[in-house]
C-alpha cells in the first residue's frame, strides 16, 4: 500500500551484495543459548505485523491518529508483559536497546543519582563485561569500587558481601546467574544486606529472566536487567526495571525526546518491543515445562560425560540453573576440542580479543589456573533442543577428550 513505486534491485556492485553464509551443516547442533537463544516462531510471526504498511507500523510517540495510537496500545501491553515477568509494574519498566544498555543505565544512572550520599560500589569480578565495564568508567569519574569475593564455588555469600561494603556504598551491582557456569546467586539473601546498608541493588537477570525469576528476587532488585534475545526474543531489546522510588531519581545516559519517563530518549522500536512482549508472555505460560525440559537434557549430558575421567563441571554443583554446563576438561585445549566438537556450537571458556585469546575473567575469579580455564567449554541449550541433539554432542564431546588425550599422550 504505501510503496508502490520501490526502488530497482540493486545491482552486483551497488550496496550489500554479499550473501550471507547461512549454511550450517546437516546435523548441526546449536548449544549456545547463553550467548543467544533463536526467537521462537510464535515471537517472529508477531512482530512481522508491526512492519509493513499493511501492519501496525506507526510511531508510538504519535498519538494524535491511529496509526500511533495502534503501536502505543501495542508497547502498552508488552510492557505490561515485561511488567509481570519480573513482578513489577508497567510504570517501573524503561525501554532500552538491549541489557548492555539497561546496565549502563541503571548503574551510572544510579550512581549518579545517589552521588551525594557516598561514591562507593560494589560488585563481583564474575559480573558481565557491561558490569564491569560501567565499574571501570565510573572508576574514572571519582566513584570507588570494591570486589566481593566469591568462594570456590562462584558463590558469593552474605558475610563476604558484608565485608566489602561500607557506609558510604551506594550501589551493588550483582547477577542472578552467570553466564559462563549457570551458578545462582542468592540474591534475596543479599539483597537484604544491600538494603540494610542503605544502599541500592541492580541486579543483571538476563540468564536468569527465562529460567529462574521469581518474586522474591525481583523484589529485592532495585534495579533490574533483561535482554530479549536471551529469552526467545528478537536481539536488539532490552529493559531495565527500576523500582517506584528511583524513577524520579536515576540520571539517564541518553538525552532527546524525553521518551520513557524522560530515562531513554529514542522512538521505540515497537516491533522489538512486541517481539521481547510476547516472548515474555511465552516465557511464564511455559516456565514449568521449559524448565522440565532443560533439566532433563541437563541431567543426560551430566550423566555421559561424567563417564569420562577428568572432566567435572566449573561453578557451583548445586545451585546452578540446568541449561548452562561449563565442563573442564583437563589436559585439553579447548581450542583442539573446538575443532574436534565442529558442527556442535559451544563456547569456549575464553574470551578472544582482537589477536590473543585470554582465559575467561568468571573462571579466573573462581580460582581456576590459567590452564584450566583455556580447557574449559560451556555447553548451554533450551527449549528447542532435542534429547537426540545433547546426546549427540556428548558423545562427541567424550570421544574428543579421549582422542585428543591420546594425541597428547
Ligand atoms: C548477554 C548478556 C548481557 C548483555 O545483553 P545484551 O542484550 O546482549 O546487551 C548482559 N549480561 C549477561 C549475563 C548476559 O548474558
Same mark, same amino acid.
Given at each position: 500500500m504505501l510503496n508502490q513505486n520501490a526502488a530497482p534491485p540493486m545491482k552486483?556492485?551497488? =550496496?550489500? *551484495?554479499?550473501? !550471507?553464509? +547461512?549454511t550450517t551443516g546437516d546435523g548441526d547442533i546449536y548449544l549456545d543459548y547463553a550467548a543467544t537463544t533463536p526467537v521462537d516462531p510464535a515471537v517472529a510471526r508477531e512482530m512481522n505485523?508491526? $512492519? &509493513? =504498511?499493511? =501492519? $501496525?507500523? =506507526?510511531?508510538?510517540?504519535? !498519538? &494524535? +491518529?491511529q496509526f500511533g495510537k495502534s503501536a502505543s496500545d501495542a508497547v502498552a501491553i508488552a510492557r505490561r508483559d515485561i511488567a509481570a515477568l519480573v513482578y513489577? /509494574?508497567? /510504570?517501573?519498566i524503561i525501554w532500552t536497546s538491549g541489557a548492555t544498555e539497561a546496565i549502563n543505565l541503571g548503574i551510572k544512572g544510579g550512581a549518579f543519582a545517589r552521588r551525594d550520599r557516598g561514591r562507593h560500589i560494589v560488585t563481583s569480578p564474575l559480573e558481565h563485561r557491561a558490569v564491569l565495564d560501567c565499574a571501570k568508567w565510573l572508576e574514572s569519574q571519582g566513584f570507588e569500587i570494591s570486589y566481593v569475593e566469591p568462594n570456590i564455588d562462584g558463590e558469593i555469600d552474605g558475610p563476604s558481601l558484608m565485608r566489602a561494603?561500607?557506609?558510604? &556504598?551506594i550501589l551493588v551491582a550483582l547477577m $542472578? !546467574? #552467570? #553466564?559462563? *557456569?549457570g551458578t545462582i546467586t542468592d540474591i534475596e539473601r543479599l539483597g537484604r544486606v544491600v538494603h540494610e546498608q542503605g544502599a541500592v541493588l541492580h541486579v543483571d537477570a538476563v540468564q536468569g529472566a527465562a529460567r529462574i525469576l521469581d518474586e522474591g528476587t525481583a523484589a529485592s532488585a532495585d534495579l533490574l536487567s533483561i535482554s530479549g534475545h536471551k529469552m526467545y526474543g528478537p536481539k536488539g531489546i532490552g529493559a531495565l526495571r527500576v523500582s517506584e522510588g528511583l524513577i524520579g531519581q536515576l540520571v539517564p545516559q541518553m538525552h532527546g525526546g524525553g521518551h520513557e519517563s524522560g530515562l531513554r530518549s529514542g522512538t521505540l522500536p515497537t516491533h522489538q518491543i512486541v517481539g521481547m512482549g510476547a516472548a515474555a508472555r511465552l516465557v511464564r505460560e511455559r516456565r514449568y515445562d521449559d524448565a522440565l525440559h532443560d533439566a532433563a537434557l541437563d541431567r543426560i549430558l551430566r550423566e555421559i560425560v561424567e563417564q569420562v575421567e577428568g572432566i567435572s563441571i566449573n561453578g557451583s554443583q548445586v545451585r546452578r540453573v540446568p541449561g548452562i554446563m561449563n565442563l573442564r576438561c583437563d589436559g585439553v585445549e579447548a581450542e583442539s576440542l573446538m575443532l574436534a566438537l565442529r558442527g556442535i556450537a559451544v563456547s569456549a571458556g575464553a574470551a578472544c580479543t582482537s589477536a590473543e585469546t585470554r582465559p575467561s575473567h568468571v573462571l579466573r575469579a573462581l580460582g581456576l589456573s590459567r590452564e584450566q580455564a583455556m580447557s574449559s567449554v560451556r555447553f548451554s541449550f533450551g527449549r528447542f533442543t532435542t534429547r537426540r541433539e545433547i546426546e549427540g554432542a556428548a558423545f562427541r564431546l567424550a570421544e574428543s577428550v579421549r582422542a585428543l588425550r591420546r594425541l597428547a599422550a
Open positions: 552486483a556492485d551497488q =550496496g550489500i *551484495t554479499e550473501p !550471507v553464509d +547461512h505485523r508491526y $512492519l &509493513t =504498511g499493511e =501492519g $501496525l507500523f =506507526g510511531n508510538p510517540a504519535s !498519538v &494524535t +491518529h513489577s /509494574k508497567p /510504570k517501573e561494603m561500607r557506609s558510604d &556504598t $542472578l !546467574v #552467570n #553466564n559462563e *557456569t
